[in-house]
């Protein structure tokens, strides 16, 4: 183990430490448990999108897979009364599924092409909510998602309680990252990554690419189905406004605020981006621009994110022990 990966190591090991202590810390204050709840939907959000960056594509239709995963947890439960439990499993199959129908023909285009054809798909997938309101409610949505309960010999939780819900939320973005790392590190990511680098080279050296495009896709759109589950029952209401491009938008902005060569990256970027963007909530639509602004100062002067703002600071210390001596 080389001394940058045990630095990292032990900077995960802090901030997950930091992480389940956070209740105590802020002595149960329930708005920060909210933020800190947010910040876990946004990662596991940022961090599946990440995973089909791998590629060498940004998906503007992540946030609607994200939002077949919610309303298929919603449907369920309001129809049939099945608890979250069975229905985020559910959610991650249907938002899988679709999005593997989709993804053969999506996946053959390329760069503009990928990136409108992507913006289609979740404008139609945001349609299809609002406009079939017998079955999704429409422009209003659906209400009554009530959070789950979890009951087993000697235990009772309720997650109504924003403690519980917040250690649930972190569990699940916890797992959600540790797969997608999985993938990443695995020789799967290195096939990923070399189609990020050169699709014709890969397809020369025999890598079947759009069936790895395709798995990649799928995965990471289930996995948002994952997230999407996790937050209708935490809002208890969701409609279609709450999963338009702008949910991907955002997310985008995590990854290149954050960086794009590593899963710090979106990890890094959605959660100071998430508490900015609480901190600026009274100034309306005005915090879009900020966001705005940051994407640009970011391209311009630390193209790398900001996870690469401890090798910049050690090569700036380099420096300046060389003039000193």
């Not at 590629?55 to 919610?70: C, K, N, V």
């Not at 938002?95 to 092409?113: E, H, K």
């Not at 690419?209 to 759109?221: E, Q």
């Not at 999407?228 to 999963?243: D, E, M, R, S, V």
Request: hydrophobic letters at 55%; charged letters at 10%; proline letters at 3%.
């Amino acid at each position: 183990m080389t001394e940058n990966t045990k630095v990292a190591a032990g900077v995960w090991l802090i901030a997950i430490a930091f992480a389940f202590l956070l209740p105590v810390i802020c002595s149960y204050d329930k708005y920060i448990l909210h933020v800190g709840i947010t910040i876990a939907f946004n990662i596991a959000l940022a961090t599946s999108m990440w995973l089909i960056w791998t590629l060498g594509f940004i998906s503007f239709a992540h946030a609607g897979f994200m939002g077949i995963g919610a309303y298929t947890s919603a449907l369920l439960f309001t129809g049939l009364g099945w608890s979250l439990w069975v229905n985020m499993w559910l959610a991650a199959a249907v938002a899988g599924l679709m999005a593997f129908v989709i993804s053969i023909p999506l996946m053959r285009t390329r760069a503009v092409y990928f990136f409108m054809a992507s913006w289609a798909v979740g404008e139609v997938i945001k349609r299809v909510f609002a406009y079939y309101r017998g079955i999704f409610g429409g422009w209003d949505g659906i209400f009554n998602i009530q959070p789950p309960k979890l009951v087993l010999p000697g235990l009772n939780i309720d997650f109504s309680s924003r403690v519980a819900y917040y250690y649930l939320a972190l569990v699940c973005c916890g797992l959600i990252v540790y797969v997608i790392h999985r993938i990443v590190r695995s020789r799967t990511g290195m096939i990923y990554w070399s189609i990020h680098e050169s699709e014709i080279l890969a397809q020369h050296v025999g890598i079947n690419v759009l069936k790895h495009k395709v798995i990649a896709f799928s995965t990471a759109c289930a996995l948002a189905g994952v997230t999407g589950a996790l937050y209708a029952h935490y809002h208890t209401y969701i409609n279609p406004k709450t999963f338009d491009i702008w949910q991907s938008e955002f997310s985008l902005v995590h990854i290149i605020v954050g960086g794009l060569n590593t899963l710090n990256g979106p990890v890094l970027g959605a959660t100071l981006l998430t508490v900015v963007d609480e901190l600026l909530r009274p100034t309306g639509w005005y915090r879009v621009i900020f966001f705005g602004v940051v994407v640009i100062l970011t391209v311009l002067f630390l193209p790398g994110g900001l996870e690469t703002v401890p090798a910049r600071l050690r090569a700036l210390v380099g420096k300046w022990r060389k003039r000193s001596d």
